[in-house]
């Protein structure tokens, strides 16, 4: 996987890493790789390009496949390919069984060891995963990270309060994600339910960081850290910043904050357009997975957002802005409107927290620490979700 983006915001977990693009012919297995249980994922629709990916149950980090299933129906397999070498090595040599299993040998100089695989079934889960909504997607969407998910478990961290509330931390240990649950929070939030879609949260990024360090597997090495801050919450909303910085494989590693942004009463992620709305007629809305309203939605960000969200912080924070003053090549261009088109943004007791985003030459100038759009002009221009500001 490479620098990740969806509309110039880097989009990190929630990015639908979780989803692999679909395939005709893709088989998950499990078995044992001498005497260690493995689960394996195959893609066979190209016999001369089967790609797949394993890992070891105790370790649970993928190891990348790359092979080629030739006429007798024999699968040879090299691990974590380097993109642009020669395949050299195949240490992985299957044969597929009547019975749908898979039967060979692992090879490298001196060492052989068997290889048995049978298609995989659906892990057994707890009460608490079972009203997971996103695991329970998994099943169908992806059950080698489903298996994988099960396995693991979050740890009990530290609690702190924040704006009068308690939370609770947790950590996933090997992938070492973290979030938080509520332990309490404004009179009639039902924090059940708020924390089950935080669950799932952490869920979607511990699954985005081994598809990132998958990623990173063939070409050299991947990398994928978060920071996470709570920013609001009330009896409407509430916030949390989630920056990460990684490299996925590609030429660059990247960064960015892609911020979690809740209805406290639905579970309902926000878009800005939910929130905040300039436009004539209903709010436009993109839909990331299918491209639905794209050009509608890109022609409102760029013609109508972008511009007006420019002139506004201009009048409000016109040093920062560098309104009148000299610009040379290294300054960072808040006047241009393209940098305004597709923000991250968040709730914050300020106001909406709303920053650029610049190319990469220039990214030291977003999350710059001044552009809050105050609660008084967000009111002006409500969404069309009703929600309770300060």
Known sequence: MTSVRS???RCLALLALGFPAAHADTQVLQGILGKTPITVELTLDDPNAVSGRYFYQKYHSDIALDGQLDASGTLRMS??????????????TLHRNN??????????????????????????????????????????DSLYDLIRLA???????????????????????????SLFTWLSGPKGVDLTMLNQVLRDKQWQEVTSYFECMLGGSQTGGGDFEQTLKPMYFNTSVMSVSVFTSYFCGGAHPDFGDNPINLDVNTGKELTLEDVFWLGDGKPIHYNDRTYENFDEFSQYRSDVFAPWIMSYFSKLYPKDM???QAKSEDDCDY??????????WYFTAKGLYISPYFARVARACEYPDWP?????????????IALTLP
Do not use: C
């Not at 039967?103 to 659906?122: D, M």
């Not at 809050?372 to 069309?384: C, F, I, R, T």
């Open 335 to 344: 006047q241009d409107s393209d940098v305004w088109q597709f923000v991250p």
């Open 322 to 324: 560098g309104v009148n």
């Open 7 to 9: 509309l110039g915001v």
């Open 151 to 177: 396995d693991l478990a979050f740890t009990k961290g530290k609690t702190e309060k924040f704006m009068g509330y308690q939370l609770q931390w947790w950590t996933e240990p090997t992938s070492k994600i």
């Open 99 to 140: 019975d749908g299993s898979w039967s060979g040998n692992w090879q490298r100089k001196n060492q052989t060891l068997p290889i048995r695989l049978t298609p995989a079934r659906q892990p057994a889960l707890d009460e608490q995963e079972q009203a997971s909504t996103y695991l329970n997607s998994l099943a169908k």
């Open 79 to 92: 691990e974590n390919q380097q993109y642009g070498d020669e395949q050299s090595q195949q240490p992985w």
């Open 372 to 384: 809050y759009l105050p609660y008084s002009e967000v009111k002006k221009h409500p969404g069309d």
